[in-house]
């Protein structure tokens, strides 16, 4: 980032601790492309994530106090909004949550063998192949693939343990192949 820049974004983080409600439209303009990416991977629809980037936003203006201006605050905003996507996940988690108990064992190098296939397709398309997932196998995708958070981390953020993050992984990845294999027989014969 440009130094220019960084002191601009120093000068309207100080201003919104501040309450400056233009410096807040500011914030959040800057922001908001990026930010509602990062809620909409972690939602079904595109009203859940307007809804969990506000609620990430209101939690960004009053912890932006907090904000020691070491690092990004991109990444300080974006782990906002995670945990914000979390925090709906976990109470929607009833309507959300897809048992483990279905009997579906994966073999480990069928999952594996999902990878490769990733790097056929284009961002958009394997966005979209995402979003067609269950909330469940969605959110541990996510977090694991995207945000880097170890099982471990997973389970104790989505109150979940850490084999049933391990196995809606493995069935997150399973069930993408799927769907980008089917994309990939339809774009040879359609």
């Given at each position: 980032?440009?130094?220019?820049?960084?002191?601009?974004?120093?000068?309207?983080?100080?201003?919104?601790?501040?309450?400056?409600?233009?410096?807040?439209?500011?914030?959040?303009?800057?922001?908001?492309?990026?930010?509602?990416?990062?809620?909409?991977?972690?939602?079904?629809?595109?009203?859940?994530?307007?809804?969990?980037?506000?609620?990430?936003?209101v939690?960004?203006?009053?912890?932006?106090?907090?904000?020691?201006?070491?690092?990004?605050?991109?990444?300080?905003?974006?782990?906002?909004?995670?945990?914000?996507?979390?925090?709906?996940?976990?109470?929607?988690?009833?309507t959300?949550?897809?048992?483990?108990?279905?009997?579906?064992?994966?073999?480990?190098?069928?999952?594996?063998?999902?990878?490769s296939?990733?790097?056929?397709?284009?961002?958009?398309?394997?966005?979209?192949a995402?979003?067609?997932?269950?909330?469940?196998?969605?959110?541990?995708?996510?977090?694991?693939?995207?945000?880097?958070?170890?099982?471990?981390?997973?389970?104790?953020?989505?109150?979940?343990?850490?084999?049933?993050?391990?196995?809606?992984?493995?069935?997150?990845?399973?069930?993408?192949?799927?769907?980008?294999?089917?994309?990939?027989?339809?774009?040879?014969?359609?």
């Open positions: 980032m440009d130094p220019n820049d960084q002191h601009i974004l120093d000068d309207i983080v100080k201003k919104c601790v501040k309450g400056d409600r233009k410096a807040q439209q500011e914030l959040y303009k800057r922001f908001y492309g990026k930010m509602m990416g990062v809620c909409y991977r972690y939602t079904n629809n595109s009203e859940d994530a307007k809804d969990i980037l506000q609620d990430g936003f939690k960004v203006y009053s912890n932006l106090k907090k904000y020691n201006f070491e690092g990004s605050l991109e990444g300080w905003i974006r782990r906002i909004m995670v945990n914000t996507a979390i925090d709906h996940f976990r109470k929607n988690k009833n959300y949550l897809v048992s483990d108990d279905d009997g579906y064992i994966l073999e480990h190098s069928k999952v594996e063998s999902a990878d296939i990733y790097s056929q397709f284009g961002e958009s398309v394997i966005m979209e995402i979003q067609s997932l269950s909330p469940a196998y969605k959110a541990v995708f996510n977090l694991n693939v995207i945000e880097g958070y170890q099982h471990k981390e997973i389970a104790q953020k989505l109150n979940i343990s850490e084999g049933t993050s391990k196995s809606n992984l493995a069935k997150a990845k399973h069930n993408l192949k799927k769907i980008l294999l089917n994309k990939e027989t339809r774009l040879k014969h359609g």
